[in-house]
């Protein structure tokens, strides 16, 4: 609590907020951050997949094209230090309703689809994503379906 308060005070002390725009508790950055983990799962994040998730992110919370840029790359720092998917997930099951939360997993899946194919460790990302949420197995494979457009994949459960 004493270090959040210290944060806030020295934000607005230095008089420079660009890089703070987006706090460990937004939950526009923990989405972005999900998105991102998803992304770069594999090891490697692709041109497309980099695309995709500046569209998402823009659509999603009304930003511009700067705004998307600051969230991105806040993501992405959020994503290194990060030690579990928990901190994300909680953050945005606190903000979101249950059908947001339906519509975050469609997204992962959407940044997982982005070169063509999901490979497994994206698979498990956006399963372990999903169960933390309380998003069912049933919706999280119907978004898979939907996305992949391949009704009834092999090792959807």
């Given at each position: 609590m004493f270090e959040a308060l210290k944060a806030i005070?020295?934000?607005?002390t230095s008089g420079d907020n660009s890089s703070r725009t987006f706090s460990e508790n937004d939950h526009r950055?923990?989405?972005a951050a999900l998105l991102v983990h998803v992304a770069d799962i594999d090891g490697a994040t692709g041109p497309a997949e980099s695309e995709r998730i500046r569209?998402?992110?823009?659509e999603k919370f009304g930003l511009d094209p700067a705004e998307t840029g600051r969230l991105v790359a806040a993501a992405i720092q959020s994503d290194r230090e990060?030690?579990?998917?928990?901190?994300f997930?909680?953050?945005?099951?606190?903000a979101m309703q249950p059908a947001e939360r339906i519509d975050?997993?469609?997204m992962m899946w959407r940044i997982a689809y982005a070169d063509g194919e999901a490979d497994e460790l994206e698979d498990n990302v956006v399963w372990r994503v999903a169960e933390?949420?309380?998003v069912s197995s049933q919706d999280r494979i119907a978004m898979r379906q939907?996305?992949?457009?391949?009704p009834g994949l092999p090792g959807s459960d």
């Open positions: 005070i020295a934000d607005l950055l923990a989405a569209t998402l992110v823009a990060a030690v579990d998917l928990y901190g997930t909680s953050v945005l099951k606190r975050f997993v469609e933390l949420l309380g939907r996305i992949s457009g391949k």
